[in-house]
């Protein structure tokens, strides 16, 4: 009878232990989770800082273009002739 004594006191403790390991297991994924969560708030700032700077790139390089330099300047033209075609467009439909 000792001996089945023993036997459910070695199952208990390692359920114990089991159930210790998947509380931690259960709380370092919350933390990865939450680690995640971070990190793709933390890309998408990112993401969106390197848009704002191309944006702020091209208007430069635009502006300098404009201003007379030998650089990109079949691209401020095309830019110029866009908006050109913008304003016929907006100034027809005015006229009708």
Do not use: F, P
């Not at 259960?26 to 848009?51: F, G, H, M, W, Y």
């Not at 944006?55 to 095309?78: F, H, I, P, Q, V």
Request: charged share 30%; aromatic share 4%.
């Amino acid at each position: 009878m000792s001996e089945l004594v023993e036997i459910v006191d070695s199952l208990e403790n390692k359920i114990s232990k089991l159930l210790h390991k998947i509380e931690l297991l259960n709380q370092s994924k919350i933390r990865l989770e939450q680690e995640i969560v971070a990190l793709k708030n933390e890309d998408e700032t990112i993401r969106n800082t390197i848009l704002e700077w191309e944006e702020r790139y091209n208007s430069l390089k635009l502006a300098n273009s404009m201003l007379g330099s030998d650089n990109n300047k079949t691209e401020a033209k095309l830019k110029i002739n866009t908006l050109v075609r913008e304003l016929d467009y907006c100034i027809a439909q005015l006229a009708e």
